[in-house]
């Protein structure tokens, strides 16, 4: 399988691009990486932001590193987006998401990946509603689509969650969207991440992760790695015990065909803690995996 590196578990600690480029090539072994919006705000102004983009892109390519891809972060999450009630926030959603585009294909990476949004409690429980925002969501997405490969985009992944107020919400549902946006224009897959998959108080009997990969695995287009215990969104390292063993990921990711994947380690801590603590767990865990899952 192919292991690579979300930059999350840089956020407010590693911010100097040349220090973070030594710290995924020599210090964790990585090659593959995936850039967090929450290091640069689609948002900035152009100019200023490209500036930002030129930096960590000079530095990631002096270190031999490939950004194969951008991700919204835990910014972008906390809004509604694409599944907003109002139609006006949606059609910011879809600017904004335009000027993610944007920084994704300045960076010279070939993918943005993202959730779409989440709905309100009401209109997550109003049958109707929910299938005027779901079209609505595709149509933005065709819209996205159209505008990346103007721009040179390669894909879009749109990451699962297990939640019933977010598209899409188990393996059924990610199935349908991917088939229901098969006429994008560039393709747009699918982004499992392995907490989400094995979240198992909404999920019940398919908080499955070979379920997830048997059934989804065509339209899988990345995925994200984490440490879990099943009972909540966790994002932990694997210094902490959990239900994700190597065994299972080996065997999982070649069940489904999946090796030439990659699977990028998304590590989510709290701001409060230690940063050389964050340093030390994220290095024991990078060395674990690498001895328990490299061919």
Same mark, same amino acid.
């Given at each position: 399988?192919?292991?690579? /590196? ?5 956020? #407010?600690?590693?911010? =100097?691009?040349?220090?973070? @480029?030594?710290?995924?090539?020599? %210090? $964790? ?76 294909v300045e960076m010279s990476a ?19 509603r929910r299938e005027i925002l ?9 819209? /996205? ?5 103007? #721009?040179?985009?390669? =894909?879009?992944?749109?990451? @699962?969650?297990?939640?019933?107020? %977010? $598209?899409?919400h188990s393996p059924k549902v ?122």
């Amino acid at each position: 399988m192919k292991l690579g /590196l979300n930059l999350s578990f840089a956020v #407010k600690r590693w911010l =100097e691009p040349e220090k973070l @480029a030594h710290i995924c090539k020599h %210090e $964790f072994g990585v090659t593959h990486t995936q850039f967090t919006w929450d290091l640069i705000d689609p948002w900035w102004p152009e100019l200023k932001r490209n500036q930002l983009i030129k930096e960590y892109r000079e530095a990631f390519e002096a270190e031999g590193l490939l950004i194969d891809a951008t991700f919204g972060g835990l910014a972008a999450y906390t809004y509604a987006q694409l599944l907003a009630p109002s139609e006006l926030q949606r059609e910011i959603s879809e600017e904004f998401f335009c000027r993610a585009i944007d920084l994704t294909v300045e960076m010279s990476a070939g993918v943005m990946g993202t959730p779409v949004g989440g709905m309100s409690y009401d209109d997550a429980r109003n049958p109707e509603r929910r299938e005027i925002l779901y079209r609505s969501m595709l149509n933005s997405v065709r819209k /996205l689509a159209s505008y990346g490969k103007s #721009k040179g985009l390669k =894909e879009i992944h749109i990451e @699962a969650t297990p939640l019933i107020t %977010e $598209f899409p919400h188990s393996p059924k549902v990610s199935v349908q969207m991917m088939k229901d946006l098969s006429d994008a224009a560039i393709p747009v897959r699918l982004l499992v991440d392995w907490g989400h998959a094995l979240y198992s108080p909404l999920l019940g009997e398919e908080a499955d992760i070979e379920l997830w990969f048997r059934e989804c695995g065509p339209y899988i287009g990345s995925i994200h790695l984490q440490q879990t215990d099943g009972m909540f969104d966790r994002h932990w390292d694997f210094v902490q015990k959990g239900i994700v063993t190597p065994e299972l990921i080996l065997k999982a990711t070649k069940d489904a065909g999946l090796d030439d994947i990659v699977q990028y380690l998304e590590v989510v801590t709290i701001f409060e803690e230690d940063d050389d603590a964050v340093y030390d767990r994220m290095k024991r865990t990078m060395d674990y995996l690498h001895k328990t899952l490299d061919a």
